[in-house]
């Protein structure tokens, strides 16, 4: 199984910026760490979880959802079995739960292409 850890959270003003890190765990991953592709989604108060970036298992190419192109930059280190999202411009609208999420089948892009999820960390934005 693969353990997925979501840090970097916190509370930003509109404008600002933050950063936050997956590390992702476990002998499969480890092990075969490009076999799996990445992703990042979020879930505000009464909302649907829903797609916010995704990057390629190997190849390093990227994936964004219209609201955060632009503004959001996904990454990873398979030295470091970790996946970055960088957050700038922050809005109030970016503001909920950010999950990390991994296949090894599909590109995460939608909830039922993901295989593991990681337990989320808080993001809010106050206008």
């Known amino acids: 199984q693969v353990h997925l850890v979501e840090s970097g959270g916190g509370l930003v003003q509109t404008g600002n910026s933050l950063r936050l890190s997956c590390a992702a765990s476990g002998s499969t991953f480890s092990s075969y760490a490009s076999n799996y592709a990445m992703g990042w989604f979020r879930q505000a108060p009464g909302k649907e979880r829903e797609f916010v970036a995704a990057i390629t298992r190997s190849d390093g190419k990227t994936t964004y959802a219209d609201s955060v192109k632009g503004r959001f930059t996904i990454s990873r280190d398979y030295a470091k079995n970790t996946v970055d999202l960088q957050l700038n411009s922050l809005k109030p609208e970016d503001t909920a739960v950010y999950y990390c999420?991994?296949?090894?089948?599909?590109?995460?892009?939608?909830?039922?292409?993901?295989?593991?999820w990681g337990q989320g960390t808080q993001v809010t934005v106050s206008s």
């Open positions: 999420a991994a296949s090894s089948k599909f590109l995460p892009v939608a909830t039922d292409l993901t295989e593991f």
